[in-house]
């Protein structure tokens, strides 16, 4: 990818015009610490975002991003350092001390209230003042909400529920909430994580408008070609120290890679993917098959079969059919209809806990709502799906089996930090992840079904987690990968299916494809291959 000024979008030279050093600072981060019960996290991080700069911060999942933005949100109030806005010092730290600041973040697990629509949402704390006491302007309130939502472009069903909107609306939303607060620090987590194309690109132009408004925008992303087209500065966090903050002149992938996990990186970049291997799945023992599978009004039938230890990715932009068939696999979408042959066992689950009991285990796109249990230590969310399996014998649960277990999941999966009764919480999206998937293996499902299985998982953990999905199939497991990542989809992938308005191709070797043909064919701009279920 090059790095000519000339040769990236117009929004990115505006923040370039931010690195000016005579552009004001809009945030100073000094000698930032923070210690938990496990140990020091952050060990004097510096940080500035000077105003219209767009402000990248990498660094590995544990690495200490998090951290660093909630002392920034005041989530975390007894940190060591000093916060300035504008030159004032900050002197107290709340949420509340933090939005009145300036300060405004969007993190990647959304904080909408599900039950409230998107203009109640945005509207949320900033409320228009009635003359009577507890009585709040509903029309007035809403109006408003419209009109942010107009004036950044953002296109979502104001007046619908947030959680009954598809996840990249949600996401749009608090974009909206966030943009709508007027902040003059915007942190953005992982903003594209779950965006469609389009999305994305919205989303670019509405940083671009935002920076040419002096706002100091902090952009935490995996993506890094993102940080390369939108990002004018880059600060890289490992082991929660501050290892270099440089222009992005000069950088390319591998070297922000490289700055990011240190002598990993040799190491991390040796595997080659499956799907460079071109193996031949067509002579496989069966393990699923598929029977004329359909949600009525979002996905045709769909007959395939899967061969035992096979990858088989799923590819498909939003609206494509994508996440109803993999929800539809473990029941979790009612009305759904066909059947499933797997095993002993024909027929179609009514549940996900049904799925689990005949085999068919899927990890779910958004984790913290529907994978871990926030309240849980990392142990118990291990050993949940496992306790009427391996981890129980007649109906009592087996605990030095279980403490074991969890050790070696720990260990196998690296999760970080080693500490089995830390509420997961404490942990990082990443580590979290990991956790996740150490629930699925000690499960010992037959089928493994993915959704977005590294979304918000930085590039050392992604490579961990591939090889760890590598070791599953090899070991005879079949895992079925539903991502947005085409570049994920071509490494792991032994087979590829494509959707594109709710038909599904018949599966096609990987080998097959590169990035461009892989979008080109979910996108529309070439035909899906002959056979296609109508």
Known sequence: ??????????????????????????????DITKDFPAGRVLHGVDLTVRAGEVHALVGENGAGKSTLMKILAGVHADHGGTISVDGEELVG???????RAGIAVIYQEFSLVPDMTAAQNIALGREPASVLPGVMKHRSARRRSLAELAEIGIDVPADVPVS?????????????????????????????????????????EIIAMLSARGVGIIYISHFLEEILAVCSTVTVLRDGRRITTCSRNGLNQAKIAHLMVGDKFEAMTEGVGRGARDLDCTGAETALELQGLAVPGALAPVTLTVGRGEVMGFAGIQGSGRTELARALVGAIDGTAGRLKLGDYTGLPKNPRRAADVGL???PGNRKSEGIIEQGSVKANIALTALRGAFSRRGCVRARHVDRMVEDLMTRFAVHPRNADL??????????QKVLFARAVAAAPKVLVLDQPTAGVDIGAKAELYAQIETLADSGMTVLVFSDDLEELLQLSDRIVLLRKGIAAPPQPCAQFDRAALLAAITGDSALPSGAVA
């Open 1 to 30: 990818m090059t790095n000519s000024v000339e040769d990236r979008p117009a929004r990115v030279r505006l923040a370039d015009a931010a690195d000016d050093r005579h552009t004001p600072l809009r945030l100073e981060m000094r």
């Open 93 to 99: 730290s709340s949420p509340a001390a933090m939005l």
């Open 164 to 204: 009954e909107l598809p996840v990249g609306q949600q996401q749009m939303v608090e974009i909206a909430k966030a943009v709508a607060r007027e902040a003059k620090i915007l942190v953005m987590d992982e903003p594209t994580a779950r965006l469609s194309a389009a999305e994305r690109e919205r989303l670019f």
């Open 361 to 363: 285990l899927m990890l």
């Open 423 to 432: 509420q997961i919480t404490a942990l990082s999206g990443g580590n979290q």
